[in-house]
């Protein structure tokens, strides 16, 4: 079946520069897209989402970029801190149930 | 507000032996779901339950059974748990279908379970 993917699994980023995270999906039925990090032993928490009427959508620090004819989604991440070292998982969305994809390691240098 | 909890946090289990896995949420919600994450993969569904009194089988359910207790807690059981079964297993909870946020699932923080 169709699925959510990530195109890189690891990224390292220099702390104080931007991090861009990249997804790809497949579903063109997918409606809404959400974005989740996930630190070490603990569960997935909430980052922000967007809904395939938007091509953009703003929280704090991070944006969520949807382009709906080549089926990429991206996350930015503003001035990377250390706390944003994490696991960072793109997941999709036809009804109120969620597809995720393998994730993204990100690993901020000092 | 605790949010979701789950029980036990860490598990060892023999080959064959059952065990039940429990969760609770404290936000009213009235969906529930259960996940397994193996190394390098992302989530993927075992069952959900979309309102009280009912469930329904995901991606992965073979293996596993649930019960939604009531509106608070929904229980991932094993009934003869193989190495397979080895992973780590995620509750999540959020509004019902149709409401407002009823796309955004929040997470319990995990029990980690290993069968020899």
């Known amino acids: 079946g169709e699925s959510v993917g990530l195109h890189l699994p690891t990224l390292s980023v220099q702390e104080g520069d931007n991090s861009i995270i990249n997804c790809a999906y497949s579903?063109?039925?997918?409606?809404?897209f959400i974005w989740y990090k996930q630190e070490s032993g603990k569960g997935p928490q909430f980052i922000i989402d967007i809904r395939s009427n938007m091509d953009k959508r703003q929280g704090q620090r991070v944006t969520v970029l949807l382009n709906k004819t080549v089926k990429h989604l991206s996350l930015q991440i503003a001035a990377t801190q250390p706390g944003d070292s994490a696991v960072y998982f793109c997941a999709e969305s036809t009804d109120y149930k969620l597809s995720f994809g393998a994730g993204t390691t990100v690993t901020v240098r000092a | 507000n605790a949010g979701v909890t789950q029980t036990p946090k860490f598990q060892v289990l023999k080959t064959g032996q059952s065990m039940t896995l429990q969760c609770a949420q404290d936000m009213n919600h009235n969906s529930m779901y259960w996940y397994r994450q193996d190394p390098g993969m992302g989530l993927r569904l075992i069952y959900y339950s979309a309102s009280e009194g009912t469930t329904d089988k995901g991606e992965v359910p073979n293996g596993y059974n649930v019960s939604r207790l009531n509106k608070r807690e929904f229980s991932l059981r094993l009934e003869s748990a193989a190495p397979s079964q080895t992973s780590v297993y995620f509750c999540?909870?959020?509004?019902?279908?149709?409401?407002?946020?009823?796309?955004?699932?929040?997470f319990g923080p995990g029990t980690r379970l290993t069968v020899t």
């Open positions: 999540a909870s959020s509004e019902a279908p149709g409401l407002a946020g009823d796309r955004e699932q929040y």
């Open positions: 579903n063109s039925a997918s409606d809404y």
